[in-house]
């Protein structure tokens, strides 16, 4: 399924230099990496975050494993603060919305109160997943395989095609991207958005997602290394580091 989204123009008051945010432009398109996780297109008023995983403790408690039950409320959290920090027109979910294909059919009322109150008034799209192929269910918003908007295809797995018949404007999960870098004689490793400067990959927003580095073998031909680029989350804010600078 493929959805079409038209949007009018917004701008947001909040400047990406007080909330360590970092512009960057994907395939022409102007785009901020905000080091909660989300990126934000301020010309549309788009919000968009991936891999929220929500409900992966309950998926694991099914499996007789047992986590602490508190991924989905503390993910929440985090997502209505980038929400109220950009005030978007339209958030994009780009896939693993859901940690398995029954998380959203049993989510607690409460937390699904949650997520209605942040969609109320605006557009909220579900991009469908691996691990939640058949959308959400009694949740607000369209659930889709994929979004076109302008120059711009959301997605959750990146497209396989490489070279002259890679996909530009691509925006895509799954992958978990992170990176990793020597500050202050320590090796860091941080989840990241990666982006060559046509396609962008997402880094997982979900607390108790897990993160692929850029080195491993899933992510070569996605990117022209040459001009790869990870903006690592932060604490409080984006560190942008060129490919080359990264420890392998």
Known sequence: MLHRLRLAAQSSTMTPAATGAEEIVVHGVAAVCDPLGGLYLPATGMLVVSDLHLEKGAAFARRGMMLPPYDTIATLNILAAVIARYDPKVVVSLGDNFHDRR???????????????????????????????????????????????????????????????????????????????????????????????????????????????????????????????AHLLGRDRIYSVRYGNLLG
């Open 103 to 229: 998380g959203s059919e049993y989510l607690p009322d409460n937390l699904r109160t949650m997520i209605a109150d942040m969609a109320r008034g605006r557009d909220w799209i579900w991009i469908n997943g691996n691990h939640d192929p058949d959308g959400t269910i009694s949740l607000p918003g369209t659930c889709t395989d994929e979004l076109v908007y302008g120059d711009l295809v959301f997605r959750h797995e990146p497209s396989l095609a490489t070279g002259p018949n890679a996909v530009k404007g691509e925006v895509a999960g799954h992958l978990h991207p992170s990176a990793t870098v020597r500050r202050r004689e320590k090796s860091v490793r941080r989840p990241c958005f990666a982006s060559d400067g046509h396609r962008l990959l997402m880094p997982a927003f979900g607390v108790l997602a897990g993160g692929l580095d850029l080195n491993h073998k899933a992510m070569h031909g996605i990117f022209d290394r040459e001009t790869l680029v």
